[in-house]
C-alpha cells in the first residue's frame, strides 16, 4: 500500500477533524468539533452522558457517518467511500465498553481474523502476531480459551490486544472500564498507560480521572454535542474554565 | 376382526426403503432449506427495495398456502417451464422452498438478536460488511435460534408424507402400495405411525447431535 507523505511527515497530524457537525435524524449530535491529535498524543474525552463523547469518536472510524466537515487519519481523507472507510479503519483500532469479543471464536481466533483478512497476513504470521500482543497485555497463557471463559478485565485485555494486531497509528477507547468490576479497572488500566508509554496515539473516553493524570497530555470536556474546554490535565483539574466543566467534574469526583 | 401384522414384517425391505426415501427427502429439504434460509437473510440484509420485496413476498405465499398445494403447483409448474424433474427432486424442491421460508423468518430473527456492537467490532478491525456476516453474526445468530430450526426441521421430516401425492418415493407411498394390495389399513398405518415416531426421535437426536458439535463455544 502507498502510504500518503502526510503520514509520515512527523508534523502532520494523526488525526484531524474540522468543523463536524453529526445528526441522528433531527438530533444534532455534534456541533462545529474540531480537534487535532498529534502523533503520539493521548486525549482523554470527557462530559455528561448524551455529550456526544461516543460519537466523536465513533465518526473518527466510520462508525457513523458526518453530515458536514472534514476528517483526516493518518493522511487519509475520510468520506463514505469504501476505499477511504478501508484505509482509515486499518490505521484506528477501537477499543468497546462491552468488550465485543466474538463469543464462537478463541482468544487467538479473535486476534487473527482481521489480520489474515485485512492485512492480508498467514495465519503463522497473524497467530506470531496475535502471541506477542497477547503477551503484552499479560493474558499468553489464555489464548486458547473462549471469551466466555474469562472475566471482565481479561476479555477487555483480549480486546485491547485483538485491536493491536493490525498495528494501528492510532487507538480509540470508549469508556473500556465502565462495564468492569471494580477490582478489574485497574488492570485494563494499567495496559492503557502500558500502551500510552509505548507512545500510541489514543483518545480515551473515561472518567478514570487518575488515568487522565497519568497519561493524558490534554483533557477535552464536552456538552451537548460541543467541545467546551481543553486543557492539559494538571490545569483542567486545578482549574477548569467553564461552570459547566466545574459541576461535572464536581460530580464524578465526589460520588 | 383379527389383527394379522405378517403383511407388514412380511413387506419390511419395502418398508426399510420407503424409510430411507423418506430420510433422504428429509435430510435434502433440510438442506436446501438451511441455504435458502440464509440467502433470504442475506438478500434481505442488502436492504435493496426490489429483493427485500421478493423475499417478504415469497415467505407470505409459502406460509399462507398448504404444503399440499404447494407440491402439485411445483410439480406441474415446473414441466411448463421446461424443467422436468423426477417426483423424488421435485419433492425435495418443494420441501426445501417450503422450509426455507419458515428459516428465514427464524434466521432472521437469530441475526437480530446478535449484539450491534459485535458488527461494530468487526467493522472497525476493518471487516467488510459480508464479511462480518459471515465470519462474526452467522454462527451466534443459528446457535440462538437453532432450537427453533430444529422443530421447524421435524416439521418438514413429518411433512415429507404429502409428498407420496406426487408419488415420491418415501414411507407413506409404501405403506399405502401395501395397504392397496392387502387391504390391511389398520396394520398398516399402525406399523407407519412407529416408523414416523421413531424416523422423529431420531432425527431429533441427531440435529441436537449436530448442534452440540457445530456450536460448541461456551455461552456467557
Ligand atoms: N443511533 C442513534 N440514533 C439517535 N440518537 C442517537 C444515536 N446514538 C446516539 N444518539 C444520541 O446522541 C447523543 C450523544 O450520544 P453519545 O452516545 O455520543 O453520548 P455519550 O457522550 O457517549 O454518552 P454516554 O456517556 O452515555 O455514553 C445522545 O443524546 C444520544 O441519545
Ligand atoms: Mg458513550
Same mark, same amino acid.
Given at each position: 500500500m502507498t502510504e500518503p507523505n502526510s503520514a509520515r511527515n512527523?508534523?502532520?497530524?494523526?488525526i484531524e477533524m474540522r468543523h463536524v457537525e453529526k445528526f441522528y435524524g433531527p438530533f444534532h449530535?455534534? !456541533?462545529d468539533v474540531n480537534l487535532t491529535v498529534a502523533k503520539g498524543e493521548k486525549i482523554v474525552l470527557c462530559g455528561p452522558s448524551g455529550s456526544g463523547k461516543s460519537t466523536l469518536i465513533r465518526c473518527i472510524n466510520h462508525l457513523e457517518s458526518i453530515k458536514s466537515g472534514e476528517i483526516t487519519v493518518a493522511g487519509h481523507r475520510l468520506s463514505d467511500s469504501q476505499k477511504a472507510v478501508d484505509a482509515v479503519r486499518r490505521e484506528v483500532g477501537m477499543v468497546f465498553q462491552q468488550f465485543n469479543?466474538?463469543?464462537?471464536?478463541?482468544v487467538l481466533e479473535n486476534c487473527i481474523l482481521a489480520p489474515m483478512?485485512?492485512? $492480508?497476513? +498467514?495465519r503463522a504470521e497473524a497467530e506470531a502476531t496475535g502471541r506477542k500482543y497477547l503477551e503484552r497485555v499479560r493474558i $499468553?497463557? /489464555?489464548?486458547? !480459551?473462549?471469551?466466555? /471463559? *474469562?472475566s471482565g478485565g481479561q476479555q477487555q485485555r483480549v480486546a485491547i490486544a485483538r485491536a493491536l494486531c493490525m498495528e494501528p497509528m492510532a487507538m480509540l477507547f470508549d469508556e473500556?472500564? +465502565?462495564? *468492569?468490576d471494580p477490582e478489574m479497572v485497574k488492570e485494563v488500566l494499567d495496559t492503557m498507560v502500558l500502551l500510552a508509554r509505548d507512545g500510541m496515539t489514543m483518545i480515551c473516553v473515561t472518567h478514570e480521572m487518575g488515568f487522565a493524570r497519568q497519561v493524558a497530555d490534554r483533557v477535552i470536556f464536552m456538552a451537548d454535542g460541543a467541545i467546551v474546554e481543553e486543557n492539559d490535565p494538571e490545569s483542567f483539574f486545578r482549574?477548569?474554565?467553564?461552570a459547566r466543566t466545574r459541576a461535572f467534574l464536581g460530580e464524578i469526583l465526589h460520588h | 376382526m383379527t389383527l394379522d401384522f405378517s403383511v407388514v414384517t412380511g413387506a419390511w425391505q419395502s418398508l426399510l426403503l420407503g424409510t430411507v426415501g423418506t430420510l433422504f427427502l428429509a435430510f435434502s429439504g433440510m438442506a436446501l432449506a438451511m441455504i435458502i434460509g440464509v440467502l433470504g437473510v442475506v438478500i434481505l440484509r442488502m436492504q435493496l427495495r426490489l429483493p427485500s420485496l421478493l423475499v417478504n413476498a415469497f415467505i407470505e405465499i409459502v406460509r399462507n398456502t398448504p404444503f399440499l398445494v404447494q407440491i402439485f403447483f411445483l410439480f406441474f409448474a415446473l414441466p411448463l417451464a421446461g424443467i422436468r424433474l423426477n417426483p423424488t427432486l421435485t419433492a425435495i424442491l418443494a420441501l426445501g422452498v417450503n422450509g426455507g421460508a419458515y428459516a428465514i423468518e427464524i434466521i432472521r430473527g437469530g441475526v437480530e438478536s446478535v449484539p450491534k456492537g459485535q458488527t461494530e467490532a468487526g467493522l472497525a478491525l476493518g471487516l467488510h460488511k459480508h464479511e462480518v456476516f459471515r465470519l462474526i453474526v452467522l454462527k451466534p445468530a443459528l446457535r440462538a435460534i437453532y432450537p427453533s430450526l430444529s422443530s421447524q426441521f421435524i416439521l418438514l421430516t413429518l411433512t415429507t408424507a404429502i409428498c407420496t401425492s406426487i408419488s415420491a418415493y418415501e414411507l407413506t407411498s409404501v405403506g399405502q402400495r401395501i395397504e392397496a394390495e392387502t387391504f390391511r389399513s389398520f396394520e398398516v398405518y399402525f406399523t407407519l405411525t412407529g416408523i414416523y415416531l421413531v424416523i422423529s426421535l431420531v432425527t431429533m437426536w441427531l440435529l441436537a447431535a449436530i448442534g452440540r458439535r457445530a456450536f460448541s463455544y461456551p455461552q456467557r
Open positions: 512527523a508534523t502532520a497530524p494523526m449530535a455534534l !456541533k469479543l466474538f463469543p464462537h471464536k478463541t483478512r485485512v492485512r $492480508g497476513l +498467514s $499468553g497463557d /489464555q489464548a486458547a !480459551k473462549y471469551p466466555a /471463559q *474469562l473500556p472500564t +465502565s462495564a *468492569l482549574a477548569p474554565a467553564h | -
